[in-house]
C-alpha cells in the first residue's frame, strides 16, 4: 500500500512539475513524436525481421554525429545523413551479396562506430556527453529539435501513406511483387531509409544502443494480439507513447536515466505478453481438441 | 479427364528456344526447346533438380538466359510478367504474418493501376471473383497462419487469378495436400484451362497425365510429347534408374 502511496505522490509531483517546466513538456513531446516513428515503422522491422540491420544502422550513425561535430556542424543532421547512407549501404549488401549479409552488416555496424569514436575524440573543444549519443538524454532535447522530429514524422507518415501497398507487398512477399512488376529493390531500399529515420527519431530518446528495443517491442506487442500490419501500427505507437511518458514519468521523482526506464518497462510488458499470448494460443488448441 | 484445350492453337504462349543455363558450374538445363501454343494445359515432369523449377524462373523473368531465348505472349518474360498467374511450391511468405486472405489476394492486383495510394473497389471486386472461383470466399477474412495446406493452395490461386491473367504457372501446387484435395484442385484447373493456358510442375507424372494435354519430360534435357507416349522406357530414360510402371486412379 506503501509503494502505492508513494508512486502516486511521485506522479503528482511529475505532474506538477510538467506543468511548470517546459523542458519537461519538450521531452514530452519529443517521446510521444518518437513512438509515431517506432509505431509506424517498427511492426514493418518486426515482420520483416530486419531488426539486425536496423541494429546496423543505428550503430553507424554514430559515424556521422561523431563528423558533424568535428566539422561544427548539427550532430542530428550528421546522423540523419549517416542513417540514410548506412541503410542504402546495408540494402545494397542485402541485395547483392545475401550469403555473407551478416558479416558484412557487422563491419558496417562496427566501422560506424569506430569513426564516431575517432571523431569525438579529435573533436576540438569537445563538451558533448559522449554518453548522450549512446543512451540518450530525453530531458535535453532542444525545442528547437522537437520541430525536426515533427518533419521526420510527417515523412514517415507521408510514405507509408503514399506507398503502404508497395511496402506491404515488399515485406511479405519479395519474389510475389517481382512478379507483379514492383520495383523490389527500389521499394526495399525505401524501406531502410524510413528505419533510418526512425532511428534517428529514438536515438533522441534512448540513445543509439536502446533504439532496437524502442524500434521492436512495441510493435511485437501489438504483433500478439493484432493481426493487421495496419492495427499494429496503431497499437505499437499507443504502447510507445505509454512507455515513453511511463518512463519519463517514473524515473523524474528519484533521478533515473529515462531512456532505460522506458526500455525496462516495454521490456517487462514484452515478457508479459509474450506469456499470455502463448497460453492463449495453446488455450485455443485445448479448445479445438476437446470439441473435435 | 483431358482438357478441351489440350490441342495446340494459335502462335506459342511461351516459346524456348536453344535455352542453356548454369549455375556456376553446375549445368542444369542444355540446349532446351520447348513451345506451348496459346490454350494448352502442359505437365512439366522431371526428378529432383533436373531443372525444372529454373526452367519456371526462367520462363517467370525471375532469372535470364545465359544462351539462348525465351518468349512469352512474343515478348521477353520480363515485360510478359503481369500476364502470367504464378503459384509457387513453397510461399515466400511466413504463415505468422499478419495478414488475411483478402488482403493476400489483392497484392495479385499490383502493378496496374494508381502507383500512389489504396487498392480501389475493382481490384476489391477482383478479389471476391477470384475467391469464388476457387471456392475460397468464406475464407476472406480468415487470417492465413489459420489455413489448412488445401485452403492455402487455393487462395494462392485466386491470388495468381485476381489480375485476370493469359498463363497460369504453377510449381508443384499439390505437393502439401491430400491425394482428394489434389484431385479437386486438378479439376478446377481443367475448368480454368477454358480460357487459360496452364504450365504445371508436378513429380506425379502418372497423376498428371490424366488431366494436361502434353506433358514434357525434363532432366537438363527436354523431352516433348502427348500423355499417351509415357511409357516405362520414357520414365526410365528420365528418371536415370530402374523403375516400375504402377497404372493407378485416384
Not at chain 1, 13 to 37: R, V
Not at chain 1, 117 to 124: G, Y
Not at chain 1, 136 to 153: H, K, T, Y
Not at chain 2, 203 to 218: K, T
Request: glycine share 10%; net charge neutral.
Amino acid at each position: 500500500m506503501s509503494g502505492w502511496w508513494r508512486t502516486s505522490i511521485e506522479m503528482s509531483e511529475f505532474l506538477s512539475a510538467l506543468h511548470q517546466h517546459a523542458f519537461l513538456q519538450t521531452a514530452l513531446l519529443a517521446g510521444l513524436l518518437a513512438s509515431l516513428g517506432c509505431g509506424v515503422m517498427g511492426p514493418f522491422v518486426v515482420v520483416k525481421r530486419i531488426a539486425f540491420m536496423a541494429g546496423g544502422i543505428a550503430h553507424s550513425v554514430l559515424g556521422g554525429m561523431g563528423v558533424a561535430l568535428y566539422y561544427g556542424a548539427d550532430p542530428l543532421l550528421g546522423a540523419v545523413l549517416a542513417a540514410i547512407f548506412a541503410a542504402l549501404l546495408i540494402g545494397i549488401i542485402r541485395l547483392r551479396w545475401e550469403a555473407q549479409e551478416d558479416t558484412l552488416i557487422g563491419a558496417v555496424w562496427a566501422i560506424g562506430m569506430a569513426v564516431g569514436i575517432l571523431f569525438i575524440a579529435k573533436t576540438p573543444g569537445y563538451a558533448t556527453d559522449l554518453m548522450s549519443f549512446l543512451f540518450g538524454n530525453i530531458l535535453l532535447v532542444p525545442s528547437r529539435e522537437i520541430w525536426f522530429m515533427a518533419g521526420l514524422d510527417l515523412i514517415l507518415v507521408l510514405a507509408v501513406t503514399l506507398f503502404y501497398r508497395q511496402l506491404l507487398a515488399v515485406t511479405f512477399d519479395e519474389e510475389f511483387a517481382r512478379l507483379r512488376g514492383l520495383p523490389v529493390d527500389v521499394v526495399y531500399l525505401m524501406l531502410l531509409c524510413l528505419v533510418a529515420v526512425t532511428v534517428v527519431l529514438l536515438i533522441q530518446v534512448v540513445g543509439l544502443i536502446l533504439v532496437i528495443a524502442l524500434l521492436t517491442l512495441p510493435a511485437a506487442i501489438a504483433g500478439h494480439f493484432i493481426h493487421s500490419l495496419a492495427g499494429m501500427m496503431v497499437v505499437a505507437t499507443l504502447l510507445g507513447s505509454l512507455f515513453t511518458s511511463l518512463g519519463l514519468a517514473i524515473s523524474y521523482g528519484p533521478d533515473l536515466p529515462a531512456g532505460p526506464t522506458m526500455i525496462l518497462l516495454a521490456g517487462g510488458l514484452y515478457v508479459l505478453s509474450a506469456l499470455l499470448s502463448r497460453h492463449l494460443v495453446r488455450r485455443r488448441a485445448l479448445r479445438r481438441a476437446t470439441a473435435s | 479427364m483431358k482438357s478441351p484445350a489440350s490441342e495446340p492453337q494459335g502462335g506459342p504462349a511461351i516459346l524456348v528456344e536453344d535455352l542453356s543455363f548454369s549455375y556456376g558450374e553446375s549445368l542444369v538445363l542444355e540446349h532446351l526447346d520447348l513451345q506451348i501454343a496459346v490454350g494448352e494445359f502442359v505437365g512439366l515432369v522431371g526428378p529432383n533438380a533436373g531443372g525444372k523449377s529454373t526452367l519456371l524462373r526462367l520462363i517467370l523473368g525471375l532469372l535470364e538466359p545465359q544462351a539462348g531465348r525465351i518468349q512469352v505472349l512474343g515478348r521477353a518474360p520480363r515485360l510478359a510478367r503481369r500476364q502470367i498467374g504464378y503459384v509457387p511450391q513453397f510461399p515466400g511468405f511466413p504463415r505468422d504474418f499478419p495478414i488475411s486472405v483478402e488482403q493476400m489476394v489483392i497484392m495479385g492486383r499490383l502493378g496496374g493501376g494508381a502507383l500512389f495510394g489504396w487498392y480501389r473497389a475493382a481490384d476489391r471486386a477482383a478479389v471476391q471473383v477470384a475467391l469464388e472461383e476457387v471456392e475460397a470466399a468464406d475464407l476472406a477474412k480468415r487470417r492465413i497462419g489459420t489455413l489448412s495446406g488445401g485452403q492455402l493452395q487455393r487462395v494462392l490461386l485466386a491470388r495468381a487469378l485476381v489480375a485476370a491473367p493469359e498463363i497460369l504457372v504453377l510449381d508443384e501446387p499439390t505437393a502439401n495436400i491430400d491425394q482428394r484435395t489434389e484431385g479437386d484442385v486438378f479439376e478446377l484447373l481443367a475448368a480454368l484451362n477454358q480460357r487459360l493456358t496452364i504450365l504445371l510442375v508436378s513429380h506425379d507424372i502418372a497423376f498428371v497425365s490424366q488431366y494436361v494435354g502434353r506433358v514434357a519430360c525434363l532432366n537438363r534435357t527436354l523431352v516433348c510429347h502427348g500423355t499417351s507416349a509415357v511409357t516405362a522406357e520414357l520414365i526410365q530414360q528420365l528418371y536415370g534408374g530402374h523403375v516400375r510402371m504402377v497404372a493407378h486412379q485416384h
